[in-house]
Every structure is written in structure tokens, then in C-alpha cells.
């Protein structure tokens, strides 16, 4: 079973946004994410790992017909709601992404405190296997 | 079909006699597994332009035997495993080697999708890049997917021998159930490489074929073959160009491999007859009845309802039960196939099956507004593409045909 792990900017309560964090912590929190892809390769179970440029840099494409896309910068869902990065697992269970979601969750951030980032978990859909 | 492929077919058909000879003869599965896959790598860049040895097989276990002596002496000095190389000089292995191979590969121990991935490289003799791709899945993954299942080979310490006893018929049980769950991967509709998928039912069913030779007398291998030559018959025409599910019903049955669904047909029946049916002959049985009509409308359904309320008794699986709920509506209308659908919507609540099954039985009923709602509603909660769009297509046709009437 294949599924996405998305996370999302925003706010967390009670977590101060990263730029205020030490770089220590910063560093941490890093080290965290990347021992995570590691050991999620080392099980055999990643996909694809990767983050996004952040809302800044987004742009919203829209086909223009015959002439020229329009494209713009906005107006985009609440900060908050925008997606910040992605994991893809290939896992034998349901229970086995729930269990890798809630490690990813437990991301450290001031004080080593993990930051309970709330991650969403969607299974990827499939293709159709023989018919019973 | 692929082309052939004279030197591939040989390697990939050697691949577990060589592993075989050597895993008996130095004990290190990982290791030897390692070795051998080096071994086939030389002989597919060797052989086409130096020509073929005269003994295959002997040329590889030597091959193999000198790179993994060579990696077990860098790892530590164990001479005496040379010696005992010399001492034992070439022989010619067979298919008992493959299907013990096999019982090691479906061990319990192992993960499913491990079990999947270490039979096609260790048995199949297909390469990790070959594996991920028709799984879609990184390389690298792959690989440590492959590495782990043979650590926990090592670690659960499984001996190079087939199960005795009360252990025979359930391991025999794990090794038809990875060869059926290769053989589905093969199968999926609308994944990406169409051509990747077949040769891996293709090599789900080679490898089927090795269990029958080494085991003739047992019927469930003999169901499980039948099962897989009967449903791959149809591949040719379970899909549109565009990769879109066509049902059983709707199905160009002109396009169904005859020459597969006869050799099916003969495997089944001469299965049956030793009466000791189990889920593989069922299944096939099932099968073969499909694939002997002509269309839906002169299908036995009647025999197809009995078979699956066999199977139901057998396995207690409630998606078996939606099918037969399905055969009871082809029978006797769908008022009957309803009937059955009633007492299996509290255990499947939510369940795309149970809606999609329902949609079909309510649409056969004439009530198209239920239908569509059932339609709509197996579409929101299935987890396969074609399927979604199979549904969310046959809700929209019913609303078109509603408001032209």
C-alpha cells in the first residue's frame, strides 16, 4: 500500500516559528528528517521524499485559451493550508504509515521538544488487480 | 509474449539450480544469492559473444562458487569451505532445488511484499532494477528490500530443506500464496509499464509451472496453474486503448487466449477429480466456467453461485460473498442477489465493494436513482484508478439515460 505523508506550513500551538529556533535546533530538526528518509530506504518503504519552495515563490497558472497562460501569485488559500513537503512510503499496512506518520510528527524543535506537527496521511490510489 | 530470448530464458531457469547447489553446499543464503546474481551478470556480458558453455549450469555454480569463496575468505579466513568445494566438484542440480529455494523465500518470517520481491530475484532470476521497475519503486529501495528479507532469512536461521510434517502443508500454503500475489502484481490494470507488469505473471506462472513438476500429485498447485493460465487468457481484452477497465460481461471474448484456456480447462479438471478441492481449484473452476461461455447471458451461473458458496464455507472471506450475491443475481434476478447482499451490510459498511455490487444489482433492478447513489458512492471510496473511473463512467451513464426518459 502506497501513501502520502503531506505537511502543511503553519502555525503549531505553543511553537515558535523555526526562524527564531538556534541554529543547534535548527540543525536538529534537520538531522531528524533525514534520519527518517534513511531509515524508511534502509526498510525498503521510500518512494520519494522531497520539500517545496515555500509560498513566496508559488505562482497560480491558469490556461488562457487562445492567448498567453495567465499566470499570477496568488490569491492562495490561507498560508497555513499550503503544502510545505511531501513523503511517499510503500508499506505492508495501514497501521505501518500510521506508525511512520506519527514519527514524523515527533520532528524536534526548541529544547529538543518535538513540535507535533500534524501530518496527513492519504493512501495513494492503485491500479486494479485481476477481477474476483 | 516478448520475444525470445534464448540466453535470458537459460539464465533465468538456471538461476535457482545454481543458487540451490551452492546454498547446499556453503549454507550462506545471502551470501550465496549475492554471489549468483555476479555469476549471471558474467554470463549475460560473456555468452553472446563467447557462445554458450556446454554445461550451463556447471559454468555458473563454478563461477558463483569462486566469487563467494573469494567473499567469504575477505570476510574471515574459512578455508575448510574451500576445501569442502573441491572435495564435492560439479554436479547437476534440478528442480527440487528451486522449489526448496522457493519454501525458503515464502518463509513466514518475511514480510509479503519481501517474500515477493526475494522469490522473483533469488528463484525468478530476475535483476533488483528489473523488480523495482515493475513495481514502481526506486532501485535503491528495492535493493534494501532485498537485503532484508535475506537478513531475516539468516536471523530466523531457516535451514536449505523443504517443511516436514504438520509444517509441510502450511508452508507449502505461504509459497502458492507469493506466487498468486506475483502473479496479481503482473496483472494490475493501469499502472504504467504494461510491458513490465506481463513478464511479471509471466514469471509467477514459469515459476508455478517448476512447483507442478516437482510436485504432480498435488491438485492445489495443479488449481493455482489452471487459475493463473485462465485469467491471464483474458488479459487481451480486461482493458481499452486507453487502459480502461472493460467488466467480464463487456469483455471481446474472440480476444481471450484459447490455447491458454484450454490447458487450463484440462489442468482443472484433472485436479478436481482427485477430490481434495481446495480455494486454487475453486477459483479455477470459476474461471473456467467464464471462460467457457460465450457471453454473461449463457454463463452457468448456477454452478458459479454453488462454487462460490464452497469457497465461502472454505475461506469465511466476505468479498467471496459479494460475488456470490453477484452469481445469485445472474441466476434467479436481482431480487435474490440483493437478498444476499443483506445480511453482509453491516460487516462491510463503507466498503467500496459492497457499494459497487449493490449499484450493479440496483441498476439491474431498474432502480437507477439508488444506483447512482450506490455508483457515486463505491467511487468515493475505492483506492484504484481504473475502478474510480469504471464507476463514476456507469453513475453518469445512468443519469444521461434518466434525463432522456
Redesign the interface.
Known sequence: MRFMLLQNYGHIEGVEPMHRWTPEEIRAHIAFQQRINAELTERGELIDAQALTGPEAAKLVTYGGTGEPVVTDGPFPEYKELLAGYRIIDVESLERAIEVAAQVSAAPGQNGVPIKQPIELREVMAPLGPEA | MRPPHPIEDLLRDAAPQVLGALVRRYGNFADAEDAVQEALLAAATQWPAQGTPENPIGWLVQVASRRLIDQLRSESSRQERETAYERSGPERPDYDDTVTLMFMCAHPAL????AI?LTLRAVGGLTTAEIARAFL??E???A???S?AKQSIKQSGVAFARPTGSQWPVRLASVLHVLYLIF?EG?????GDELARAEVSGEAIRLTRIVRLALPDDPEVAGLLALMLL?EARRPA?AGAGGE?I??AEQDRTRWDRDLIGEGDALIAEAWRKGAVGPYQVQAAIAALHDQAGGAADTDWREIFALYGLLERMTGNP??S??RAIAAAMADGPGSGLAYLRPLEARLAGHHRLHAVRAHLLEMDGRLEDAIEDYEAAAQR???????QYLIMRAARLKQSLKFT
Open positions: 514480510t509479503t511484499g519481501s520481491a519503486v526506486p535503491a529501495t528495492m534494501q528490500r532485498i532484508r496479481n496483472y494490475l490494470t493501469g499502472s485469467t480486461r477497465l467488466p467480464l468479498m467471496v459479494l460475488s475505492t483506492a484504484s484508478v481504473p475502478e474510480q
